[in-house]
């Protein structure tokens, strides 16, 4: 290397300074407070020009290495105190500085992820009527949310084992919950048990209050049952399966089991998913010791009155919260108001005033349910984005209801949703559209936590697993809640410090 006179070491010095501004710029998309304008003009000036001509390439490359740039570079690795979403690969560390509040939304599928939840509203195709979702905790327990019809058997049994060896635990801690007892959400149970060659735990009502049920839809429905194991909710703990009695219930003792594969606990039902758990809200019009049918009026023979004893459950990690409703119903076309009764016992410490992140629209998004209050204790309007979910297929004819998906996305003239969406499965026949839904075309609704349910993800895939869309929210209870929201390219950026929890 040629000796360096005084001038050679000043070029060297502020062309360090320049390519150092330059990287940054290039790489990071900002620029420290140096001075690169005292660099250019040296540049400038011819008799040094030579001198930074031959030290051009080591000065970028020494420039590259200071600004920091590097460490999130896949030729040199990461910076081993910084976190990366391993499907986004944005740094995710909470620094007060100029940081990534909320990754960039993926662009690929979303999958089960150690140490997230991952929740699946399955897209079910065919004339018949079904829906079903699979959630899996941080830890790789899985949970099936309902079953669909018979015909949808396969399609939900390849979804669960594609979704459970994602993560395969070593000991699986699997269940299945039934809802309420239509063929749209049961008849599956026998074949899928067959299809995925395990024995999950089934969490259901019980062989109780049947006035409304198909017979042929129980009987399959509770021989499937007789091969697993059970929480019947409404029985006593130790009452034996009897499929051929006709029970009519006095209670819900189950709300008060505690967890659930835990014999003899107690408190608030719960089904533990590693750090998520599913939290049981009510079941069969049953909350706490309030019942709809003593201090309302009796269920009867409709098939509504069936969808009134929907079970009611809380999902949630961190932050992060989900409610599923089955078809529960609001009093909408004549149904059992169940809904309101609900949100009159509703202890405040299960749902907050902040609400829900993502709720579940009940019976597909139908006028029967997800009545005005429902929807507004779920779904405040209060200037935070959130996110509702309906689980639909082509037999659900008129499914979402235009009256729906307005009280869900507006109230009044302010957007209740933020910069949040209504994502479904499908768009059956005669059904509404709205500039807020999102269509998966027979596809699924996929959501998955970060930041250990400080955020997440929701997307809509198609039936060919294209990504049709992706978007990043923060859960409302998390201190990100303030901060802005990423585009599809880049994270939003921010001081973190600087969020506030609403």
């Known amino acids: 290397m040629p000796r360096l006179g005084g001038g050679d070491w000043c070029c060297l010095l502020l062309g360090c300074i320049f390519a150092e501004a330059v990287v940054q710029r290039a790489t990071c998309g900002s620029c420290r407070p140096l001075q690169p304008g005292v660099a250019l003009i040296v540049l400038r000036s011819g008799s040094h020009r030579s001198s930074l001509r031959r030290y051009a390439l080591p000065l970028l490359i020494v420039a590259w290495l200071g600004s920091g740039c590097h460490t999130a570079s896949p030729l040199l690795g990461r910076d081993a105190g910084a976190r990366f979403d391993r499907r986004t690969d944005v740094d995710l560390s909470p620094n007060d500085g100029d940081a990534p509040c909320l990754p960039t939304p993926p662009q690929q599928p979303l999958r089960p992820l150690s140490g997230e939840l991952y929740y699946e509203q399955i897209g079910l195709g065919g004339i018949a009527l079904g829906e079903a979702a699979v959630a899996v905790g941080p830890n790789g327990d899985a949970l099936l949310v309902d079953t669909g019809n018979t015909s949808h058997a396969a399609t939900v049994s390849r979804r669960w084992i594609a979704l459970t060896a994602a993560m395969a635990p070593n000991a699986p801690n699997h269940h299945v919950l039934l809802t309420h007892y239509h063929a749209d959400h049961v008849d599956a149970l026998a074949k899928i048990i067959d299809g995925i060659g395990a024995r999950p735990r089934l969490i259901w009502r019980g062989a109780v209050d049947l006035s409304a049920v198909k017979a042929g839809t129980f009987e399959t429905m509770c021989a499937a049952a007789k091969r697993l194991p059970h929480a019947s909710l409404c029985l006593a703990r130790a009452a034996a399966l009897d499929c051929s009695a006709t029970v009519r219930s006095q209670s819900c003792p189950g709300l008060g089991w505690g967890n659930l594969d835990v014999e003899g606990d107690s408190g608030p039902s719960y089904l533990s998913l590693g750090k998520a758990r599913l939290d049981i809200i009510a079941v069969n019009g049953t909350i706490g010791s309030h019942r709809f049918e003593v201090d309302v009026s009796p269920f009867g023979t409709e098939l509504n009155d069936e969808n009134g004893r929907s079970l009611v459950a809380l999902l949630r990690l961190g932050d992060f919260r989900l ?3 089955g078809d529960l119903t609001g009093g909408g076309k004549g149904t059992p108001n169940v809904e309101t009764f609900l949100l009159s016992h509703l202890p405040s410490d299960v749902v907050g005033a902040v609400g829900v992140d993502v709720l579940h629209l009940g019976h597909h998004a139908r006028e029967t349910s997800n009545n005005q209050q429902w929807v507004e204790r779920m779904l405040p309007a209060d200037g935070y984005s959130r996110n509702a979910i309906v689980g ?14 307005d009280r869900v996305s507006t109230a009044g003239a302010t957007p209740r949703l933020g910069e949040g969406r209504i994502w479904t499965t499908t768009v059956a026949p005669l059904g ?26 929701i997307q809509a895939i198609g039936a060919d697993e294209r990504v049709l869309a992706s978007e990043t929210y923060a859960s409302v209870a998390s201190k990100l809640a303030n901060c802005p929201r990423p585009s599809s390219q880049r994270p939003a950026r921010c001081n973190v410090s600087d969020c506030q929890a609403p």
């Open 323 to 325: 409610l599923i409703s």
């Open 392 to 405: 639909a297929s082509t037999g659900h004819i008129g499914s979402p209801y235009a009256s729906v998906l």
């Open 432 to 457: 509404a559209t709205h500039r807020d839904l999102v269509d998966a075309r027979l596809g699924s609704i996929r959501i998955r936590t970060t930041l250990g349910g400080r955020a997440y993800f």
